[in-house]
Structure formats: C-alpha cells, structure tokens
C-alpha cells in the first residue's frame, strides 16, 4: 500500500516540521549504536564542535561496533563549516602500497575467490582513519585527540554489552572471526561466539587508543604499532600461498596522506546535494540517477507516480542500471586516472541516457555510456568485470550548536574486514583493495581506462556517499548509509523519499528500500515487517515482474527479503535553527540530542 503523504507544495515545510524523535537548537549526533551516539554527545556537551564529537563516536565505533569500521580502515568526513558556509571531505581512504600491481588478484590472468583474497594481507589497504580523524581535529576540532579518545578508551577498557547486532555478525561470519587466533580470542573467547548480552572487554585496544592519546597520529604510522601491521599483512590463507601475502612496507604506513577535497555538487527539483567526489562513486552515481529521473515526475500520483507505484519503482530501476553500467567503467581515484565527471553529470548526456528508459517495459542490459562529446578526458568503454561487494560500513550524522555539520561514512570494508588483527593491539585490519578490479580492465585500443585498475599509491573506487543537502544555500539535512554499492541506493531512495515524496527524515529512513547494482539489473528489495511503513505490496512487485525485473521472486509472492543500508540522517530547521535526528531501525541507530548541557538519547531497534 503506498504512503499518503502530503501534495508537493507542502514538501519542504513537512521535511522540517514533523519532529519523529528529537528536537534541539543545541546539537544532535545520530549513529548506529547509543553508546557511541554518546561518546558524540560527550564532546558536544563539553564544548567540542561537530569534528570533535565525530572523533570520538569513530573511535568508539571502532569498540562497540569493531566488525563494520575502526583504525584499521579509513572513510570519507564531509564537514560543513557554518561560519564560513564551506564544505569538504577529509578523504582518508586506504591506499594501495608501492609495491601494489595491477595483476596481483589474478596472477596467472584468473581472478582469486573473493573470500580468500579477501581473508588475505594482500587485500590490506594502508589504512587511513587514524591520519583523517586527526587531520580534521587539528584544522577543525576544538578538542585534543587524546579528549577525542577517551571515551573509546572507557568502552574498551571496562566493557560493553554485545548487542544483537554484533552477535548475529560473530555467528555469520563467514569464518572471518575464526581464521586468526586473535581476532577468535576477542570474540569467540574460549571457542564459544559472544552472544548478545554478553559483556565484552577489550585490553588491546584500550592500551592501543591510550599510545594514541599519549604519542599522537605517529604511533600508528611509524614505530612498533606500523611495524606489528606491517607483519600482520603478511598473513596469506594457505591456499593463496605467497600470492596472498601483503605488499605494504613500514615507507607505506609513514607516507600515507589523506586528501582535503572539494565535494561534488549538484542540483536536483531546486535542491542543492553536496557529495562524494572520486574515489568514491558515490556522489556522481547519485547525481547521476537524480538526473535521469529529475525527467519523471515521481511525486505525482496522479500521473502513475507516487511512492511506491510500480510506475516510480520501475524508473528507478532503470536509472540505477544506467548508473551502475557506468560506474563500472568510468570511476575510480582520479588522482591516478582521469574520471570524466564532466561528461557523466552534463545535462546533454544524461538526456540521452533517460531516453533509454521507457515506462512501459524493461530495457535490455545496458552499456556504459560515452561521456566524450561532454568531457574531453572519456573514451570508448568496455564494461569490467562484476565482483562480490560487502554489506558492510558504518554511518554517522552530527550537528553542532553553531551549525557545523558532519557527515561521515568509514569502513574496513567486508563484515570484519580481512579477519585479521593486529596482535597486541586489538583492532581489525581491513580487505579494501579488494574494492579495485581483480583483472585489470585497461585497454587503451578499446578506450578503457581501467578507471578501477590496481596501481602503486591508488584509492580503491568506494560507493560510500555522505550526503548534505542545502536549500537556498543553507544545509538543511545530511545523511548516508552502509552498504557497499547498495550505499548509493539506499541515500538514493532516502532523498526521493526527502525531496520527492515529502517524508520527514525519520519516515524517509523507515521507509523500504530498493536497490540494483549492476546493469544486469536483479533488483533487491526491504521488507516491511521490522520498519515502521508498509513494504512494497505483492500486487505492486507483480507489476514489477510483469515489466520483466528480476530478483523479486515468485509471481503472486510478497519477494522482498533484504535489509538495505543502515541510514542515520540529521536535519537542520531553517526556520528555526532546531536540529533534528533520525536513526535507524535496520542497526541498532540512536540519537542523542544535546539540550543546555543535557544529554539524552532515544534508541531505535
Ligand atoms: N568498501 C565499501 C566502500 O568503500 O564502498
């Protein structure tokens, strides 16, 4: 049954007037786990500013919710500076080592299996959080890092309950948590998995947190701590043999430097959305799908349209396998290779890739585009392969109570990342190498520019896409999700929902989600048992199939299974200056709101 919302003229007054669970003109921290929305909120409430608090939930992070991100990995922090209405990203993304090639996950010209590439060192990327995090506290911060560390430091130090989350994670794990005896001591202590509820002490990560506090950014990257990582990447699953070994060097570790970047912005029914620029494809993806579907009036019921309809469902389909078709051949670290983002975003271009979606049938598999006649850097495309890609991630949206917003979205990429930790020092390595191609696609007689290819010192392409989306040039809202290349979608689905479908924030969250990644086009959609709204009917998804998409089960079949992306949004009140949270049921979201010096926090799960 679709949502009866209000008619579009009221859009923008509903976004901001329906208050689902907080309200504060003095800072909301939104995160997937209370105990590390509280760490935010500690250093709001201690005078720390947007950066600060978002310090401190990624470290607590890395303690309540070790398996989805930490030091071991890195991210992408859009900060928004109130005062100077600026906004850019801290990219501290993993980076390949110097000694990295374009054919080391397919020596012999045969990919590896994901799951062993990725349990192996070589998958390690240098990780990045550590540098990022830091580098956003000293430009921007008020707090000190080792004030950023300290609540982390209690968690680990004196324990936490295991939520159901992380139970269910120890148990599916695919084997991660059972491959090294490190990473098994800390979460299946004696051989038995933690079970929700159980209390979970972490020593080594504390001591870790504390070098940190004590030493600064360079206890990571030189010294004992980048030697133990360096050691630890050398680890291989017996059936890689040395292949499998990690390529980073102690000079990679105390090279690695984070990017400042300038987001990328684009507009979309008279919104402007700021986003992820490469080597995220985040960004141009979602801009590139609010493009193609800025020509179809989804909002209008009247027209067939609406939330829900099969008429909105099927465009969006269809944009998401243009996108993806795409993406697949035209992103990755444009520091190391041209992206045409020129082309990919002009308005030319895209009208001639919507004209390829028709409302009355499925169009055949697409092929990337040809940006070159918009963008002087495009050539003659060839599609790469298709590879596994993790549900995985974390999100988290802070504002402060000047108004400086964060927007972070950070990873040690695969639900706990390689499997290894670092021993003695009790923190996950991640696999986000295994984000670039496994064969190399570069073909210079067929034009490809093997966009996504390993290379020495590159950033694996990355779908993580911290949204901030502004009206009349004030930010109004920010937001992003987990979830590998679902990330795209699902901030796909939650603006819709925002611009087009006139939710709240809370709604536009709760609301199902449907997701494609690939121009193949098997779609995957939510349930609507555990949310708040009603899912996408039977009769809806038979229209669906009818059409010919794939991946929505059997006809006459309620088909939607999956659990899409964990969205954690912020929303600021121009009106007003009141600051909004809205957290997400799919983890265990929480949103902590900061009031005259108080603290309180609403969980939602
Ligand atoms: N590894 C998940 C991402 O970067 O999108």
Known sequence: MPLRLPCTRWLALYLFSSSVLAASPDGVVAVSHPAAAAAGARMLAAGGNAIDAAA?????????????????????????????????????????????????????????????????????????????????????????LADTLAPAIELAEHGFRVNRFLAADIVNDGGRTQLHPETAAIFRPGGVPLAEGDWLVQPDLARTFRLLAAKGPDAFYRGQLARAIVEAQQRSRSELGAAGQGRMTLADLQHYQVAIREPLVGHYRGWTLAGMPPPSSGGLTVLQMLGLLERFPLGDATQGYGFGSPKTLHVMIEAMRLAFADRAVWIGDDDAVAVPRQGLLHPDYLATRAALIKTD???????AGDPAPWDKTAGQPKPSRIKEESPHTTHFSIVDRWGNVVSYTSTIEFTWGSGITVPGYGFLLNNELTDFNFVPSADAAEGNPGANDVAPGKRPRSSMAPTLLFRNGKPVAAYGSPGGATIINSVLNVTLNLIDHGMTMQQAIDAPRLSVTHATGKASCEGGQTFMQPPISTATLDALRKLGHAGL?????????????????????????????????????????????????????
């Open 56 to 144: 401190a939930v990624q470290f607590a992070l890395n303690v309540v919710e070790p398996q989805s991100s930490g030091i071991g990995g890195g991210g992408f922090m859009l900060i928004h500076l109130a005062k100077t209405n600026e906004t850019f990203i801290v990219d501290s993304r993993e980076r390949a080592p110097a000694r990295a090639r374009a054919d080391m996950f397919a020596p012999e010209g045969l990919p590896m299996e994901f799951p062993l590439a990725s349990t192996s060192g070589l998958a390690v990327g240098v990780p990045g959080t550590v540098r990022g995090v830091d580098t956003a506290l000293r430009r921007w911060g008020i707090k000190k």
């Open 361 to 367: 049938r499925r169009m055949d598999t697409p092929q």
């Open 553 to 605: 089960g059997e006809a006459g079949m309620e088909g939607c299974r999956e659990t899409i992306g964990s969205v954690q949004g912020i929303v600021i009140d121009p009106s007003n200056g009141a600051h909004r949270g809205a957290a997400d049921a799919r983890r265990e979201g929480a949103v902590t709101r900061l009031r005259a010096e108080t603290a309180s926090t609403a969980t939602r799960h």
